[in-house]
């Protein structure tokens, strides 16, 4: 790791702890001048976890995520969106993210579908999810008064806010990085103070998700009939702790 001599915030590296191993795994002519990236540590991590015994304190899975940096989030750039189409092709994310239609869509399409221009004309919002310098997933928001189609038309309320996240790699899962998502999504929508309630709409089928919003505040309120089918209907209304800038 090399030492920040700039006036910037010094990189999550330098908060981080790192295994012998993975230090000594850095080529000679790098080290003191570069970083490991979050994508290293992590991979050092399972396999150092995988190692120990299941009743091993430093090998559970919160002992193995708790230097991980924190899970940020960028704007979307229609550059991102080669490596969108890339992930929306995943069969982990396609499965609830419009099935066979997006696993068979053409690069032209989701250009169409997902240029920043045709996705503000809809009110929605995307962003790329971090993890330090890696990009590890998508998410996105959007005004859910008045977003057509079959959605969300006894909403009222113009504060309201939907949100859709979806990790990048199969191997990201079950690690409490969804939850990070969904928890820096909810800072920043808050941060708003016209923002007054985020809903999300994961399938019944998918315990997953729904494990996932609600370590991140979201409570269910009932099971909904959507144009995707049937869905939990999961609110975050705004705590104490949450404050608009």
Not at 136 to 163: F, H, M
Request: glycine content about 8%; proline content about 8%; charged content about 25%.
């Amino acid at each position: 790791m090399a030492a920040s001599t700039s006036n910037e915030p010094p990189c999550w590296c330098a908060r981080a702890v790192f295994s012998a191993e993975l230090l000594a795994a850095v080529p000679p002519f790098a080290r003191g001048k570069a970083c490991i990236c979050a994508r290293c540590v992590m991979a050092s991590e399972q396999a150092g976890a995988s190692a120990k015994a299941p009743g091993d304190a430093d090998g559970s899975p919160a002992a193995a995520h708790r230097e991980l940096p924190a899970v940020t989030l960028r704007p979307m750039t229609d550059d991102d969106i080669p490596m969108l189409h890339d992930w929306l092709a995943r069969p982990h994310i396609a499965r609830w993210w419009r099935g066979d239609a997006q696993r068979q869509a053409t690069l032209d399409e989701t250009r169409a579908q997902y240029r920043r221009e045709v996705l503000a004309k809809e009110r929605v919002t995307p962003y790329i999810a971090m993890l330090g310098d890696d990009p590890i997933g998508y998410a996105q928001s959007y005004v859910a008064l008045g977003c057509g189609g079959g959605w969300w038309e006894d909403e009222t309320d113009p504060g309201v806010r939907g949100i859709d996240q979806s990790l990048a790699r199969p191997e990201l899962l079950d690690k409490g990085l969804g939850t990070k998502l969904a928890s820096a999504l909810v800072e920043l929508l808050f941060s708003d103070p016209e923002v007054t309630t985020i809903q999300t709409d994961p399938s019944p089928d998918n315990p997953r998700a729904i494990r996932c919003y609600e370590k991140a505040g979201f409570r269910k309120v009932r099971t909904v009939t959507t144009p995707d089918g049937l869905a939990v209907y999961m609110v975050r209304t705004r705590l104490s702790g949450d404050q608009s800038r």
